[in-house]
């Protein structure tokens, strides 16, 4: 079962790694991440927050739509295309197969997040530019430059050389070469000297410990995504698995907000009021707040994230995880794929 298991996430995570919307997802992400820090000039006494805002909800759209586009293209479509009677009419139980779809489609969503949380981390480090009189971080923007320009590069020329896919050499050559351009720019100061490689990190003010706490809490809120897409991808179609996951990050965003409202109403409402109440308290408590884990304002107004929360909230993720994929499982069970 272990070696069926890894043969179905291996497969789903290099279909979902070549899919073109990676590659301009990933693009369109990592250059709004670097004119975000040119965008949040002269908003804030401290620019570098609304900086972090900004790139948090970046990496939050990006990889919303990396998960809805990847879950339906390796679900939906391969019931639709009936490539999926393949698989489970082989000693493979239904179990698994939504399992492994669902840890395939979460691999290649980690892989094409992480150049853009490097990239996130080398503008950090860049910091806004308040004034004219602040000069640019040299060593971020040429090993910045350098890593992508390379990545894209050799990526163009080994599809045209050798035939390799030009979006998976991307996404693998871009994620290793933008960690190599961050552990460089963590070694080399601005003045191009020297520096401890935990100096950024441990520097008074820093603020790398808690955007990586709060980019780890925002990559569990993906993973609900990837869990929503595979649940939705057993019934629906492709456009349809895309609006459901779209919709269920609105209503995560706002189910908190809603019961708030709602439990403040009077308690001689009427009849209708009181069943909208009653339903928004049953949405409430089967679906996981966005608020838990989008810690953006938090960290804008220098609120800390402490070990405990993190860990607390990862917890709250797994088991939401866990209850979604149960019910996919559910569905699939009874779902003709011949």
Known sequence: MFTQLLAIIRNTFVESIRQPIMAVLIMAGALTLVLSTAGAANTLDDDNLMFIQIALSTLLIAGLFMAGFTATGVLSLEIENKTALTVVSKPVTRPL???????????????????MLMVLLLCLRHGVLQT?????????????????????????LANYLYRFPFVSTFVYSLAALSTLAVLLVLVVGKEWDLQPITREITAENSKFPQVLLGALLLYEALLIFCAVAILASTRLGQVMTILV????????????????????????????????????????????????????????TGLSLSGTYVLTVTIYTALFILAILALAVALFQTREVG
């Not at 197969?97 to 150049?115: N, S």
């Not at 090993?143 to 990526?155: E, K, N, P, Q």
């Not at 009427?270 to 938090?298: C, K, M, R």
């Open 97 to 115: 197969f939504i399992v492994g779809k669902y840890l395939g489609v979460a691999a290649a969503l980690t892989l094409a997040m992480w150049p």
């Open 132 to 156: 004219a009189a602040q000069h640019a971080d040299g060593p971020v923007l040429v090993f910045g430059i350098v890593s992508f320009a390379v990545a894209l590069g050799g990526s163009m």
């Open 245 to 300: 996951t779209l919709g269920f990050a609105v209503l995560m965003n706002q189910v908190g907000a809603l019961r708030a409202k709602w439990t403040a109403t009077e308690s001689g409402a009427g009849l209708v009021e009181s069943v909208i109440q009653f339903l928004i308290n049953v949405l409430y408590h089967i679906t996981p707040d966005l608020n838990f884990l989008w810690v953006a304002d938090d960290l804008s």
